[in-house]
């Protein structure tokens, strides 16, 4: 069983940055892939990013290329998105997730085992 518990997320204006946390336990962290979601009920869940468990790959959506990172540190079991530059459309709620299984990163939810409660992200025009 692995818990993964998301925080960072809250209410910022357009242009602006927010760091989100993925803290994991249970189960090896540092030998799975793990990914970041949002979902709207507009749009549904969509894929954000994901990085390879060494951090050697990393795999972005094309709407948050160049202005999303995603990163991990596996001696402290974390994971995290920094996100600059901020749109509206990047409003919604946040997961994280880890996949037990993909060697290497991927954009398919169905792939992932494990997910967290979600954090809110907020971005004011």
């Known amino acids: 069983q692995v818990q993964l518990v998301e925080s960072g997320g809250g209410l910022v204006q ?4 927010l760091r989100l946390s993925c803290a994991a336990s ?12 949002r979902q709207t009920p507009a ?9 390879s468990w060494n951090s050697d790959q990393t795999m972005y959506a094309d709407s948050v290329k160049g202005r999303f990172t995603i990163s991990r540190d596996n001696a402290e079991n ?3 998105l ?3 530059s901020l ?6 709620v946040y997961y994280c997730a880890s996949s037990h ?4 990163p991927t954009p398919n939810a169905d792939d992932y085992s494990y997910w967290g409660q979600g954090t809110q992200v907020t971005v004011s025009s």
């Open 82 to 84: 920094q996100m600059n």
């Open 87 to 92: 749109k509206p459309e990047d409003t919604a």
């Open 14 to 17: 357009t242009g602006g940055s």
């Open 101 to 104: 299984w993909r060697p290497r």
């Open 43 to 51: 749009k549904g869940r969509e894929f954000v990013a994901s990085i």
């Open 78 to 80: 974390m994971a995290y």
């Open 26 to 37: 249970g189960r090896s962290f540092s030998s799975v892939v793990m990914g970041w979601f």
